[in-house]
């Protein structure tokens, strides 16, 4: 377990102090009724400062033991939790390029992307009828920016950032740019721009189902003068852009962000919950 929570972090110290509040009223009622004799005073005292130590000691593993949280933010339940997208109920968000390519070469889609893992072993037809699909797809005539683009590989159609597309249990939404290289980048204006738009998306299309998403850019895509952004900074940047949307899951539908095993190690859920609305 990486203890990616400080042991003198001001949300532990908070946690445990209720927790030793409770102790010290408990213990207070019980010395009412029991006396404890002169010499074994001291010897009590020590072991209810132990106690008292054990407990933060325990409450802070217990904060880098965190795998899960819920929060409510702007009365609808967000859930941050370890897993596989693949496996979440509802609707699930994956995120392409602006181009919505399919082509998974190592070049322009890597294999090993969510992108790439969808396409290859999630996608239950034809790449070319995915294709035909999109192609046909009735977007909303700002969504398409430019058509009949120059482009050594891939599609000719570039698509707005946010632009989302339903496909079955799939929300497919135009995350990324390409530069010519077909490197994905994206800089800070365009990551709030594509966030603000996808919620808004969302908002139109989710029918009242759960939601599930990843950090987006927590992946390969670089977003341009930030390159030592963690994906707890990506992830509060997206809960922030989400309580300024209009977009509000009713009862039972909820949003679900994931966060892949080998990532969750960096990211302090704790204070994520105990910061009001997640940010």
Request: proline share 1%; with cysteine; charged share 25%.
């Given at each position: 377990m990486n203890l990616k929570v400080k042991i003198l972090d001001r949300n532990v110290i908070k946690k445990s102090v209720k927790f030793i509040a409770g102790a010290s009223t408990s213990l207070s009622a019980v010395l009412l009724f029991v006396d404890i004799p002169p010499n074994c005073k001291i010897l009590a005292g020590l072991a209810f400062l132990c106690t008292l130590v054990l407990i933060h000691i325990a409450t802070w593993l217990h904060a880098n033991s965190l795998r899960e949280i819920s929060i409510e933010i702007e009365g609808s339940t967000v859930k941050i939790t370890t897993g596989d997208i693949f496996k979440q109920n509802g609707l699930k968000a994956i995120a392409f390029n602006e181009y919505f390519d399919t082509q998974v070469d190592d070049i322009i889609i890597s294999r090993t992307s969510l992108n790439g893992k969808f396409i290859e072993h999630e996608?239950?037809?034809?790449?070319?009828?995915?294709?035909?699909?999109?192609?046909?797809?009735?977007?909303?005539?700002?969504?398409?920016?430019?058509?009949?683009?120059?482009?050594?590989?891939?599609?000719?159609?570039?698509?707005?950032?946010?632009?989302?597309?339903?496909?079955?249990?799939?929300?497919?939404?135009?995350?990324?740019?390409?530069?010519?290289?077909?490197?994905?980048?994206?800089?800070?204006?365009?990551?709030?721009?594509?966030?603000?738009?996808?919620?808004?998306?969302?908002?139109?299309?989710?029918?009242?189902?759960?939601?599930?998403?990843?950090?987006?850019?927590?992946?390969?895509?670089?977003?341009?003068?930030?390159?030592?952004?963690?994906?707890?900074?990506?992830?509060?940047?997206?809960?922030?852009?989400?309580?300024?949307?209009?977009?509000?899951?009713?009862?039972?539908?909820?949003?679900?962000?994931?966060?892949?095993?080998?990532?969750?190690?960096?990211?302090?859920?704790?204070?994520?919950?105990?910061?009001?609305?997640?940010?």
């Open positions: 996608l239950k037809e034809s790449v070319e009828n995915l294709d035909a699909y999109i192609a046909s797809y009735l977007f909303d005539d700002r969504d398409v920016i430019e058509t009949e683009v120059t482009r050594h590989k891939g599609k000719i159609t570039r698509y707005r950032l946010g632009t989302t597309c339903v496909y079955g249990d799939f929300l497919l939404t135009a995350f990324a740019r390409f530069d010519a290289k077909n490197q994905a980048n994206l800089t800070m204006p365009e990551y709030l721009e594509f966030l603000i738009n996808f919620w808004d998306k969302v908002n139109k299309v989710y029918a009242q189902k759960s939601v599930s998403t990843t950090i987006f850019g927590s992946g390969i895509t670089r977003i341009k003068g930030h390159k030592t952004i963690s994906d707890e900074d990506l992830l509060k940047i997206m809960l922030w852009t989400f309580r300024i949307s209009e977009m509000r899951f009713k009862y039972p539908a909820r949003l679900t962000i994931v966060i892949h095993e080998s990532k969750i190690d960096q990211i302090n859920l704790l204070d994520i919950a105990s910061v009001k609305n997640g940010v």
